[in-house]
Each structure stands twice: as C-alpha cells, then as structure tokens.
C-alpha cells in the first residue's frame, strides 16, 4: 500500500492556503479596484511578481525574510513562538505568496468589469458601500472569484520551488505531492512517483475541466 500522508499533507496545504488568499485578495481587490494611480499600479506589479519570478527565488527571499535570523522570523520566533522554516506553516506561507497573484488577478477585474453606473445608481438609491460591495459585486463577479480559486488552489497544491526552500522536505511533516514525486525519481523510485504523478495529472485535467464549463456560455457568445 503506498503511504497517503503526502496527499493528506497537499490537501491541508492547498485548503489552508487557498482561504487565506480568498479572504485577503478580496480584501485587497476592493480596495484596489477603482485606484488607477501610479503607486496603484506599482503595488499590483508588486502583487503579482510571484507569477514571473522563478519559484526558488521567491523561496530564498521568503527563506532569508522569515528565518530565524531573519527580521521577521526573528521577530515570530521570539515573541509569538512562531516558527516558519522547516514547518507545514512554512509550506503554506509558500503556497499563498505564490498563489495569491491568480486569485487576485480574477476577483479584481471581475470587480473593474462590473458597469459603473450600476454602482452609482445603486448610491443614489440609498445603498451603503457594504450593501453594494456584498449584494451587486459579489454576486456578479463569482464567477471570476470561483476562476481564481480554483486556479490558487491548483497552484497551492503543485507549488515546489519555494515549499523546498522554505519548508524543506521533512517525511511526515512537509513532504508534498510535488516534493514526494522529486525525491522518489532522485532515489530511483519512479514506479512509485508515478502513483502521483497521475493524481495531479488528473487534478488538473479536472481543474481545467470544470473552468471551461464555468465559461462555456462566454464562449458560445462569443461564437
């Protein structure tokens, strides 16, 4: 029998991390979305550089940040008994930094393409900006939030470059889908890689699957 607890480990990972990224980027995409300033956009370049920076170069950077001579690890370890490197919250500190660009991305152009004028009239009428926020923008950008969700926790659950730097890999306690699949091809193991490597092949054939029937009425009205 193989053992299981890689997968039970992505699992946690990618849920934990996904809510985290879902709950922040909405946050940040509201305040973000009508700010068309060059700070503004200098902060989404920086949002979204985890998308083109190589992943062990975010990992050493979140390595050198959050280690125990690091600023913040300093800070963590000795005041709230935190400890980042070497620990599942390492891993799931990777996966929302390099994950959260995507979720992001979605919730904050399915906010920008919402019909302004909408918005106003609903201002007009009397509508607090919390009324407006979770009764109009919510429910006409869900499907975008629901894209970027999907695609966040994708990325979460197939993150490696910085999970390695920053998590290590630590049988039982770090030891990922990605991870596992590297270290079982490095100690000869392949037929046994290949037990996960077809389960996140088939992950994300369903991931892609289900993204294409959320917009196949786009398509059809493109068509």
Not at 100 to 114: A, C, K
Not at 185 to 195: C, F, I, N, P, T
């Amino acid at each position: 029998m193989p053992d299981f607890t890689p997968f039970w480990i992505s699992l946690r990972v990618a849920l934990i991390s996904t809510v985290i990224v879902v709950i922040v980027s909405i946050i940040c995409a509201k305040l973000m979305y009508r700010r068309h300033s060059k700070l503004a956009r200098l902060l989404e370049s920086i949002v979204v550089l985890p998308i083109v920076l190589p992943p062990t170069v975010m990992g050493f950077l979140l390595l050198i940040l959050f280690s125990v001579d690091g600023l913040v690890g300093r800070f963590l370890t000795n005041t709230l008994g935190i400890h980042i490197v070497f620990t599942l919250t390492g891993a799931v500190l990777a996966s929302v930094i390099v994950s959260f660009p995507l979720m992001y991305q979605h919730t904050v152009q399915g906010f920008r393409n919402i019909d302004e004028k909408m918005l106003n009239t609903a201002r007009t009428m009397g509508a607090s900006e919390n009324k407006i926020f979770f009764k109009i923008m919510m429910p006409l950008s869900k499907r975008a939030m629901i894209s970027g969700m999907m695609l966040a926790f994708a990325r979460a659950i197939g993150e490696f470059g910085a999970t390695l730097m920053v998590a290590g890999y630590i049988p039982g306690k770090t030891n990922t889908l990605p991870l596992e699949i590297y270290f079982l091809v490095q100690q000869g193991r392949e037929s046994q890689a290949w037990l996960w490597v077809v389960v996140l092949v088939a992950f994300s054939i369903s991931i892609i699957g289900t993204m294409n029937m959320l917009n196949s009425d786009r398509f059809r009205e493109v068509k």
